[in-house]
C-alpha cells in the first residue's frame, strides 16, 4: 500500500489549447496506478467537480478520500513555461486539515488549500512551494525530501545559491535520510549519507514539463519505497521515466520504452544568443518570455535587443556597422543560438547562417513557415520545433 497526498487541480494552457484534471496528487497517482501495489488517496475537491475526480479513480484504479470545498482550483498557464494564474484560492484564508486514517508509507504532495498530519514510516515529501515537512506536524522514520532549485533556495535558511550547500544544509534542518534538488534542463543532485551524486536528464524530441516534477516524485516513491531501491539508483529511474513522460504525456508510466540518451551535466554556465525579430509588441513579448525562461534555466543569455538595442536615428547607415559587429561577436562568445523564425525575418536568417557557418548548435522555434522554406536548416543540422518549451530546453542541453 502506498498512501498518496495532493492537489486535485484543473490545469489550463493556452498556447498550446490543453485543459486537464490533474494536480499534482492525481497526476503522481495516476503515474503510478496498475503497478502491482495498492494506492490510497487523499485530497480535496468540490462538489462541483466530484464526479469527475471519482472517474479519474475508478479509471486509474486507486481509492480515493475527498475533503470536499467550496471550489476547485484551478491553475492557467499562457504557455508551458510561463507561471501560471491561479484561480478560486484564497490564500488569506486557513488551509484546511486534511484527515488521514491510513499509516505506512506516503507520497506527500505540498498543497495550496490543505495540509495533513501524518506519522509515516517511508515518506517521500514534495513541499511544492509551500511549508516544510516539519511545519506541517508530521513525522517520518525514513524521509526523503524532493523540491526544485526555487523551493530548495525558499526553504534553506541559508543565503547561499551553490545548491551543494543548500542541500546540505536542507539535509540537516529537515532531519533528512535523502535529499533530491532538481534543476531543470541541467539534472539533479541526490543526497544520501556522506554521498552526493548527479543525476542526468534524458534527451526526448519534445518536452511537456507541466507536471514533470510530480512524475519525477512519483517514480522515486516507487522505486525507493516499493522496490527498497537506493536514492541513487531511484532518481535515474525517476529522471528516465520524466522524461518520457515529458515527450508522450502517457499516464501510467512505462519503463519498456526505447531507451532514451542521458545528457552530459555541463559544469559551466552555458552561453546561448537569442535571435528572432523585435519590431512589434508581439515579437519583443516573446523574446522576452524566451529570455527570462533561458535565464530561469541558469544559462547566460545575449539578446541583441536587450544587449545592443535598436537603431535610433534615421541615419541607418551609420549604426549598422556597430550594431553589426556586436551581433555578431554575441554569436562568435556563444556556445548555442536560439532562433525564432517568425516572418522569415532576414536578420535573423543571417544570424542563423553565420552561426552554422561558425559551427554553433542552433534551435529554431519555428510557427507558420512552410517545411519546403526550412530545407537549408534542416540539411544543416538545425533541431527546429514549433513548441516554445522544447525550444528552451534544447538551446539549454
Not at 510561463?82 to 505506512?104: H, M, R, W
Not at 519525477?216 to 521515466?241: D, G, Q, R, T
Amino acid at each position: 500500500m502506498l498512501n498518496i497526498i495532493g492537489g486535485s487541480y484543473f490545469e489550463n494552457c493556452e498556447e498550446p489549447s490543453t485543459r486537464n484534471f490533474f494536480g499534482s496528487g492525481v497526476r503522481g497517482t495516476a503515474a503510478l496506478s496498475m503497478k502491482g501495489f495498492d494506492i490510497s488517496f487523499y485530497s480535496c475537491i468540490s462538489v462541483a467537480h466530484k464526479s469527475i475526480a471519482e472517474y479519474s479513480s475508478k479509471l486509474f484504479g486507486y481509492r480515493c478520500n475527498y475533503l470536499l470545498v467550496p471550489q476547485t482550483i484551478e491553475f492557467d498557464y499562457y504557455h508551458p513555461l510561463s507561471k501560471p494564474f491561479i484561480v478560486n484560492y484564497d490564500s488569506y484564508a486557513p488551509q484546511k486539515e486534511l484527515i488521514v486514517t491510513d499509516n505506512g508509507d506516503f507520497l506527500y504532495y505540498g498543497m495550496l488549500e490543505a495540509y495533513a498530519k501524518i506519522n509515516g514510516n517511508y515518506v517521500v515529501y514534495d513541499p511544492q512551494n509551500q511549508k516544510s515537512f516539519k511545519d506541517t506536524g508530521s513525522t517520518a522514520k525514513h524521509l526523503a525530501i524532493i523540491l526544485n532549485k526555487k523551493e530548495a533556495q525558499l526553504l534553506s535558511k541559508t543565503k547561499n545559491e551553490d545548491l551543494k550547500t543548500i542541500g546540505r544544509e536542507l539535509f540537516e534542518s529537515e532531519n533528512a535520510e535523502v535529499v533530491v534538488i532538481k534543476n531543470g534542463a541541467h539534472g539533479a543532485l541526490v543526497f544520501y549519507e556522506d554521498d552526493i551524486q548527479e543525476i542526468p536528464v534524458f534527451k526526448t524530441d519534445s518536452v511537456w514539463p507541466i507536471g514533470s516534477g510530480d512524475i519525477f516524485s512519483a517514480v522515486f516513491s516507487w522505486k525507493w519505497i516499493i522496490e527498497k531501491k537506493n536514492p541513487f539508483e531511484s532518481a535515474l529511474s525517476a529522471s528516465m521515466l520524466t522524461a518520457y513522460y515529458c515527450q508522450s504525456k502517457l499516464l501510467p508510466v512505462i519503463e519498456q520504452l526505447e531507451p532514451l540518451k542521458p545528457i552530459e551535466i555541463k559544469k559551466s554556465v552555458k552561453n546561448i544568443y537569442l535571435a528572432g525579430p523585435f519590431f512589434t509588441i508581439a515579437e519583443r513579448w516573446l523574446i522576452n518570455e524566451l529570455r527570462n525562461s533561458l535565464l530561469d534555466f541558469g544559462n547566460d543569455v545575449f539578446s541583441p535587443w536587450h544587449d545592443v538595442g535598436v537603431i535610433s536615428s534615421s541615419d541607418v547607415y551609420s549604426e549598422s556597422k556597430s550594431i553589426a559587429e556586436k551581433d555578431l561577436a554575441g554569436i562568435d562568445n556563444c556556445e548555442v543560438v536560439l532562433a525564432i523564425l517568425s516572418g522569415m525575418d532576414a536578420g535573423t536568417l543571417f544570424e542563423i547562417g553565420y552561426a552554422i557557418a561558425k559551427n554553433k548548435k542552433v534551435v529554431v522555434l519555428s510557427e507558420n513557415v512552410n517545411d519546403s522554406d526550412l530545407t537549408m536548416l534542416i540539411g544543416t543540422g538545425c533541431e527546429i520545433t514549433n513548441d516554445i518549451a522544447t525550444a528552451v530546453y534544447k538551446a539549454s542541453w
